[in-house]
């Protein structure tokens, strides 16, 4: 049920109440409300199961992969690393200011808004939580509404387990979102669009608001020569696995195309329909281990992305669409135009365009000719390509012989760059992104520098000079009167 204003307006009060009261700052509270989250976790499996599938079509086995067990191992994670985390971090000052001590603390910014994504429903909701909850924050959680079963569950549920007046959640299409965007927050973080992100930035910047925009773009896979059978094997595999084996493809860091020298297409493709088949069945549309398109909206703009002539004389394979199942096949293209939309837009879904090249080196050019993308997949073992793809590229992260495993790994940040994104998050990176870092800095009443004050002279310019190249030798020759 959507929020009206007023009730936005009386959470946003009691969650900065709460706030201010401090107890989201001591490390039991804390501790506390991680430990609760992994209990709604084991406690609701089937539940988020059903509501995944509901929403999505997603199997169970996909839901735990990508869903549950991801947010319980992050939440066990910053559970094990959090008195590290909000420990004081000693800084070693300059001799200048003897007597003199510093520290670096993380505080936290407040009251934060989490806007999460359809996609992942469970775990773009939770992940940043856990973050937020960590750096000891208050929330407000707006999930996605069209991953409605998703949405209610976590409206539900969340109030049985955490602390109700410090994590809120608020349900509601568009016009809630612009009711939540008009308040005043300390922190935003969001999930979604580029285009969206735009106007979540814009609506921060009238309060000057810090952000996280987590975004997206066209993530591109380099396909090295391999010369292993084996090698080959497990490439295509990997590259299945990180289009359609994850949300069919409605996934910000899946392979969105192919990268590939021309003289190899052929045989890429025949061991990618080889691998589909295998992981699918000889009718996908039959298969439970393919998720389906989120809603009607997102499967025309997928239909009219391949009903574009040029792009329907590419298709390779698959092809088949089902808008009563919201099904579509896993579909490949051949070289599709490159000012088609298809090869301008994030595709979002099960369609996965081969681009041919002369030479693999011209993979750099082609992906710096284009906005940043939130990661870059190569398959390789040329160690000097691989340094020339780490130097001339930029991307939010970048993969060498794998896809999507970078979003397990809690000691890596995850974001974008550019126009894929600002800012990072998961693990320590989390609790950052959640945090203030203060600077502390305690000096004493004794040893006073007399040159750091007026009237000025000479002496003191003499002496700034040397201080400024922390030189204490010269420094104490200076005012023993040894120095000129």
């Known amino acids: ?56 079509g997603k199997h169970p086995v996909e839901t735990y992969r990508d869903e549950i067990g991801l947010i319980k191992k992050s939440a066990k994670y910053a559970l094990s690393c959090l008195d590290k985390w909000m420990a004081p971090k000693k800084r070693r000052l300059p001799l200048l200011f003897f007597p003199a001590s510093g520290e670096v603390v993380s505080e936290p910014f407040g009251v934060v808004l989490i806007c999460s994504a359809w996609n992942f429903p469970i775990n773009l909701a939770l992940e940043p939580l856990i973050g ?38 608020t349900n509601g299409g568009v016009d809630v979102c612009e009711q939540l965007l008009q308040q005043k927050w300390n922190k935003i973080f969001f999930t979604g669009s580029p285009r969206v992100g735009s ?79 295998k992981f699918y069945g000889e009718n996908p549309k039959d298969s439970k281990s393919i998720s389906r398109i989120i809603n009607e ?24 669409l089902d808008k009563e199942n919201l099904f579509i096949e896993p579909t490949i293209l051949l070289d599709p135009p490159l000012d088609a939309e298809i090869m301008t837009e994030e595709i979002f879904g099960p369609i996965l365009p081969i681009i041919t ?19 870059i997949y190569a398959f ?17 992260s970048l993969i060498f012989n794998d896809t999507l495993v970078q979003q397990l790994c809690d000691v890596l940040p995850f974001g974008g760059v550019g126009q894929s994104g600002i800012g990072r998050y998961h693990g320590h990176y989390s ?31 003499k002496f700034l000079r040397l201080a400024y190249d922390f030189d204490y030798f010269n420094l104490l020759l200076l005012l023993l009167g040894l120095k000129r």
């Open 199 to 277: 106007i979540v930035m814009s609506a921060a910047a009238k309060h000057l608001t810090p952000v996280t925009l987590e975004l997206g773009g066209k993530c591109p896979a380099i396909l090295d020569t391999l010369s292993s059978p084996l090698d080959i094997k497990v490439t295509v595999k990997r590259i299945i696995g990180g289009k359609f084996a994850s949300c069919n493809g409605q996934v910000c860091i899946g392979v969105d195309y192919i990268l590939v020298e021309k003289k190899f297409s052929a045989a890429l493709i025949e061991s990618l329909k080889t691998t589909i088949k």
């Open 297 to 320: 909206y997102h499967f025309e703009r997928l239909r009219k992305l391949l009903e574009d002539p040029l792009v329907a004389d590419a298709i390779v394979h698959g092809g088949l």
């Open 132 to 169: 937020a909850i960590a750096a000891g924050n208050t929330v407000m959680l707006k999930p996605s509404e069209l991953a409605v079963e998703c949405a209610s569950f976590l409206a539900e549920t969340i109030p049985l387990y955490l602390d109700c007046k410090a994590i809120k959640v």
């Open 1 to 56: 049920m959507a929020a009206a204003m007023g009730e936005i307006e009386d959470k946003l009060a009691e969650l900065t109440q709460t706030f201010r009261s401090g107890i989201t700052k001591s490390v039991a509270w804390r501790k506390n409300q991680l430990r609760a989250l992994i209990e709604l976790l084991q406690d609701n499996e089937d539940k988020i199961f059903k509501a995944l599938h509901q929403d999505l």
């Open 380 to 396: 390789t073992k040329d160690e000097a390509f691989k340094k020339q793809i780490v130097s001339g590229t930029s991307s939010g």
């Open 357 to 375: 090249l002369n030479n693999i080196q011209e993979s750099i050019e082609f992906i710096n000719s284009r906005p940043k993308p939130l990661v």
């Open 431 to 461: 609790f950052e992104t959640f945090s203030h870092e203060k600077a502390i800095m305690r000096r004493s009443f004794f040893l006073e520098l007399e040159p750091r004050y007026p009237p000025w002279n000479d002496f003191k310019m």
